[in-house]
């Protein structure tokens, strides 16, 4: 099973772009040779309110409907223009998934993506790495949604920097999962929320995790909101580097994080 996902995505890799999927990548495929649709290049905007085939229960509420926004947000019930990252839980009770909430500046470079999909080959993915990292919870999934920010820019940026990370939304219609996929981070913070032109970082770097709006149930990623986010990649709480993947519908305590030397 497992070596079917493996080839789901590298042969993606093979009829899609490298920017778009590349060879050995932990990505969901990805680009509009997937059917993806993408957003506006306009700073700090988001896509139209999406409205999803399938309920997604976020901590005990089903959605219908979301939104993809440009600084690294899906959201529910809101759209998100805020540049600079809080941590969570956040004041105004807004539920969202944060891969990489900063300054993206797609009007400089890159495009994020976004499809919601029953294809049986995504599914059959999702729930084969479901089944792996939480082997103790039946589940096949039934609906994916697949947000990717490719090669992305942000925002003052004077510099080749980009990121690419994706999240991925999945559910049988009782049991919800998100997987947060990190490609390549190279910058931290745009310059409104003081980081280097030049380089991407200082400042207020990004925050990752989730946010259910009920300040009860969130989760921030080890390292939000410091120079070490930039690190993302090599850490992990499924074993893999650069994935990290949680039970929503109802809160788990995460896994023991797990930091990575590529280098070794």
Known sequence: METFCAFLLLAA?????SAQ???GSLMYPYGTSQGDRKNDKIDDGSSAEITISTPFTFYGKPYRSLYVNNNGVVSFGVRVAQYTPDPFPLSGGSPFVAPYWADVDNRKGGDIFWRQSQDPSLLRCCTEDINKYFPGVPFTAVWAFVATWDRVYYYGSTSSKVNTFQAVLTTNRQISFIVLNYSSIQWTTGTASGGNAATGLGGTP????????????YYNIPSSRTADIINIGRTTNVGVPGRWVFQVDEFVVPAPTESVDCAL
């Open 21 to 23: 999927n590349p060879t």
């Open 13 to 17: 890799g093979s009829t899609l772009t």
């Open 206 to 217: 990004a925050q990752a995790g989730f946010d259910s709006g009920d300040k009860k149930n």
